[in-house]
């Protein structure tokens, strides 16, 4: 018996495909999980949103084995906003509160994406990534 796949893509903006997930999810052994904040404004609230959302679901299906793909909390960790992080680190969090078996995969930033595309940007008297 081979392994599986099926990508589900999420719109950034209308409502979650709910019954095509739950068809999805039922009866799988194990789902990867990666968000992503596309829209600069909605972004930290709508991938919480689609996070958390996909996470009951995997409770309540009994998913046996949950990977997300996370980075560091950077607000729990230095009191400093990066809602880039945020919405991921949030997710995870909320991920361990709940009864999944759960693997967080967290991997290193490149130096180039550092320098190319995290540009903070000053919000009053503080940078914000």
């Given amino acids: 018996m ?4 099926e ?3 999420i719109s950034d903006k209308g ?21 992503n904040d596309i829209d600069p404004l909605l972004a930290m609230r709508r991938e919480m949103e689609i996070g958390v959302k996909l996470a ?9 084995h949950v990977i997300y793909s996370a ?5 729990r960790i230095t009191g400093n906003r990066c809602s ?11 991920m361990k509160g709940m009864e999944l078996p759960l ?4 991997l290193p930033l490149s130096y180039d994406y550092l320098v190319n595309t995290l540009i903070p940007t000053r919000q ?3 940078y914000v990534f």
């Fill in 7 to 9: 990508v589900v893509e």
């Fill in 84 to 94: 880039r992080y945020d919405g991921k680190g949030e997710i995870e969090y909320q």
């Fill in 2 to 5: 081979g392994v599986q796949s």
């Fill in 15 to 35: 409502p979650i495909p709910i019954i095509k997930l739950n068809n999805v999810f039922r009866d799988v052994y194990g789902v990867f999980i990666v968000t």
């Fill in 124 to 126: 009053g008297s503080d």
């Fill in 103 to 106: 693997t967080v995969l967290k």
């Fill in 56 to 64: 009951e679901m995997c409770e309540r299906l009994h998913v046996k």
């Fill in 71 to 75: 980075v560091d909390f950077v607000y």
